[in-house]
């Protein structure tokens, strides 16, 4: 039966999708080097693994919408899923590697993002947790089928750049907020009855003066 084993060698941005991605360089090798592994199914599921790096005053101060007051950090500061991958991986014998894609959001109200967004340098931490289903041959020749465990998994450090750049390339200079359609339509009303041609210009007559100066 296969021994699958993973390791995360890179990763870089997609151009020209859909929607913003990564493609991760997921290395898999087969303890039995001699054995032909048909097809791998996948499933991924990321943790980024936030108490595994150190924090700035800055990046303190960026996240705390997320994590609160530094000094409770003690208690709220906890590994967090970030999503969910698939991925069927080709026909390979002793090992392989693959893309990874990995859909990103820029939802500010998915906790990723907010934490993603809040760090100003350095790298993220991220667990790989892998489980699926392996398809190889057996010493006779005939199709097995064999489970992957969750307890395989992989490391690796996502430099904070690489999600900048990815998110700048997608949508530059912005960023996006999901409303709920009865707050959205209260200042869709107040654009039009003032005569507000932006949506940049509807938040800034909105926002405090003394707010702004800061």
Not at 80 to 96: I, M
Not at 187 to 214: A, C, D, F, H
């Amino acid at each position: 039966m296969p021994d699958l084993s993973f390791q995360i060698e890179g990763v870089e941005v997609v151009a020209n999708a859909a929607s913003p991605l990564l493609a991760f360089k997921l290395h898999l090798t087969d303890a039995n080097p001699q054995q032909t592994i048909h097809t791998v199914a996948l499933r991924c599921q990321i943790q980024l693994e936030v108490t595994r790096r150190k924090y700035t005053v800055e990046d303190q101060e960026r996240l705390h919408d997320l994590f609160g007051e530094p000094s409770r950090w003690g208690q709220t500061l906890r590994s967090l899923l970030w999503t969910h991958a698939n991925l069927v991986v080709p026909a390979f014998t002793g090992n392989t590697l693959v893309d990874l894609p990995v859909p990103c959001s820029f939802d500010f109200n998915v906790a990723a993002t907010k934490y993603f967004d809040g760090l100003t340098d350095g790298d993220v931490p991220i667990c790989v947790q892998f489980s699926g289903t392996v398809f190889y041959a057996s010493a006779e020749g005939g199709l097995q089928v064999a489970p992957i465990s969750w307890d395989k998994e992989a490391r690796f450090k996502l430099p904070v750049p690489v999600w900048r750049e990815m998110m700048e390339s997608y949508y530059p200079n912005s960023a996006w907020l999901c409303l709920h359609k009865d707050a959205f339509d209260r200042l869709y009303q107040y654009k039009v009855r003032n005569g507000i041609p932006t949506w940049e210009e509807v938040l800034e007559s909105l926002i405090p003066v003394e707010e702004k100066v800061m």
